[in-house]
Structure formats: C-alpha cells, structure tokens
C-alpha cells in the first residue's frame, strides 16, 4: 500500500495564502491588531484564525494553485493587498476616538497634557484620545465586539474572492467615506465639549471687558480643566455609545449579513 501525499503542496500553498490575507489584517484590525499587543502573540491570533477558516476559505481558491509559480506569486500579492486595505479600512475608523479626543483635550485646555498612547505604536497623543482609545478597545471586547471582527476576516472570503482584481475604485471611495466619518463622528462626540467651550470664553471675554484689572486668565485655565473633566464624566456612557454604534456599523460593511 502506497501512501499519497500529492496533495500536501496544494494544502500548504492554499493555507500560506489564507494566512497573508488574514495575518495582514490582523496585524492592522483595531482591538484584535493593537500594536500593545505583542506582534508574536499577533501572529498566533492570525495563525489559529487561519487554521479554523481553512476548511471553509480554502474553497474559494482556484483549484491547482501550485501548478503556476507566478500565478501563485500574483495570489499572494493580491491576498497581502486585500488584506492591507480591509484592515486599514477598519483601522481607520480606531482613529475616531483619538480624534474627539484632540478636540475634547483643546476644548478643555488639556490640549498640552500629552501622554503615551499604548495603542498607537507607543506615539504621544492628548491624554483624553488615549484614554478614550484604550477604554474603546475594552468596550469591544466587553460587548463581544471582536466577533464582529472574526466574522469580517471569515466574510472577506466571499466579498473578495481570491484570483479576482481588487476593486480599486471601491476601496478609494470606501477609505474615503471612511475618512469623512471619522472626522464627522468624533465633531459629532465632541460637540458638548465645543458648545460648552465656545460659552465658556464668550463669558471670559464679557468678564475681561467688565473688569479688565482681574488676571483672566489665571482663573480660567483650572475652571476650564475642571469643567472639562465633569462634563466628560457626565457624558463619557452616551460618547462611547455613540461611538460603539458607529464600530458595529463601520465593520458591517465588511460583513456578508
């Protein structure tokens, strides 16, 4: 009796595929591809996810991969480059918190109070986007949101089947609108915030021209901070809301359902 082990080169050149698509995104993805997360531990998330998908991604690849080496070259590429704009489509809409957070923090007069953001390759960002991101990362999880992501990785499969172009002109408008919605919905979330702010330094003015021997400023600053910090207490359950609202929205693009 003969053991065949032909098809072991198919079933490898088929998984290493699915692994480039998939370890691409999870290397961007926000939550599961935070860059606090180590890039071993990383990798190990896109190896499993690879391992558990297989059996339903692998029939999307045309038969006999290995037949061609460049064609097995331009399927490589193809899966890195779809990867790539999924995840940095996804990713994009991570950027919504720091965002607000830049406006709440100049709002607020916090605008200088930088700190290192763990979720963003350890770059310094406002203290209020950092904390915003990191409490967005947690909410994700906390509300099985991750989910919504697994099923996006599982979904790009059929969105984008292998071998096929990449639909160049629909990921310019999508990274576009992506784009115009993160800068909408983070105003949108800073928008008490303006309000307040605006109010705050019309009084400031009208007190500057009522009494111009007082040091306004002096005053101002720890008011300003002050007021920031209880309004974003008070509103910190409806902004992260709002946000999680629009994140199930965003990733459902990318969802076959």
Not at 56 to 65: C, E, H, I, L
Request: net charge neutral; glycine share 8%.
């Amino acid at each position: 009796m003969t053991l065949q082990l032909s098809f072991l080169p198919e079933i490898a050149a088929v998984f290493m595929l699915m692994f480039a698509r998939l370890g691409t995104m999870i290397m961007i993805m926000p939550a599961l591809g935070e860059s606090s997360i180590p890039a071993r531990l990383r990798l190990t998330i896109a190896l499993a996810l690879t391992l558990i998908l297989y059996p339903t991604g692998s029939a999307t690849y045309p038969a006999n991969v290995t037949d061609n080496l460049l064609h097995l070259l331009t399927l490589f590429g193809g899966e890195l480059a779809v990867g790539f704009a999924v995840g940095l489509c996804a990713k994009l809409v991570a950027f919504t918190l720091q965002t607000a957070g830049v406006i709440i923090a100049s709002q607020s007069g916090m605008a200088f109070a930088l700190g290192t953001d763990i979720s963003n390759a350890g770059q310094q960002g406002a203290l209020f986007g950092n904390y915003l991101s990191i409490l967005g990362v947690t909410l994700v999880f906390v509300t099985n949101s991750h989910y919504l992501v697994i099923s996006a990785l599982h979904d790009s499969f059929a969105m984008f089947p292998p071998g096929h172009w990449l639909p160049l002109g629909d990921f310019a408008a999508m990274a576009t609108q992506t784009v115009a919605d993160v800068f909408s919905v983070a105003v949108r979330m800073a928008a008490p915030f303006i309000v307040v702010g605006i109010v705050f330094y019309f009084g400031l003015g009208l007190l500057n021209k009522l009494m111009p021997q007082m040091q306004i400023f002096f005053i101002a600053m720890p008011v300003n901070i002050v007021i920031g910090l209880a309004l974003l207490l008070v509103l910190l359950g409806a902004i992260m809301t709002f946000y999680m609202d629009h994140f199930q929205k965003a990733l459902g693009m990318f969802t076959a359902g």
